[in-house]
C-alpha cells in the first residue's frame, strides 16, 4: 500500500506561481512511476505530468513550458509558473506500484484573473 497526501495548493493571481508536494509513504520503494493530474468543475481529470522511475517526463502539452516535475526521495512535486484561470482544478497526486494506482486526496488551485 502506498500512502499520498498532497499539499501547496490556494489561490494565486494570473501570471503568478505555486510549488505543489506529495508525499509518499509506505511500500513506496516499489512505485514505478508518479504524477499529477487534476479535475476542474464539469470537466474531466486529465494528466498534468508524469515522471517514471527510470527518469521519463511526459507533460500534457498545455503545461509544457510553464509546469516542472520533480521528486526527492518520497516527495513528488510539481513547479507550476505562469498560471492562468484555466490552470484551476483539484490536483491529485497519483502512484503506480504493484500494478496498481494510488490516489491522494487532492490540494485546491484556483487562479484568478
Known amino acids: 500500500q502506498v500512502q499520498l497526501v498532497e499539499s501547496g495548493g490556494g489561490l494565486v493571481q494570473a501570471g503568478g506561481s505555486l510549488r505543489l508536494s506529495c508525499a509518499a509513504s509506505?511500500?513506496?520503494?516499489?512505485?514505478?512511476?508518479m504524477g499529477w493530474y487534476r479535475q476542474a468543475p464539469g470537466k474531466n481529470r486529465e494528466l498534468v505530468a508524469r515522471l517514471s522511475r527510470g527518469g521519463s517526463v511526459h507533460y500534457a502539452d498545455s503545461v509544457k513550458g510553464r509546469f516542472t516535475i520533480s521528486r526527492a526521495q518520497n516527495t513528488l512535486y510539481l513547479q507550476m509558473n505562469s498560471l492562468n484561470p484555466e490552470d484551476t482544478a483539484l490536483y491529485c497526486c497519483?502512484?503506480?506500484?504493484?500494478?496498481?494506482?494510488?490516489w491522494g486526496r487532492g490540494t485546491q488551485v484556483t487562479v484568478s484573473s
Open positions: 497519483n502512484a503506480e506500484a504493484y500494478a496498481s494506482w494510488y
Open positions: 509506505g511500500s513506496t520503494f516499489n512505485i514505478e512511476a
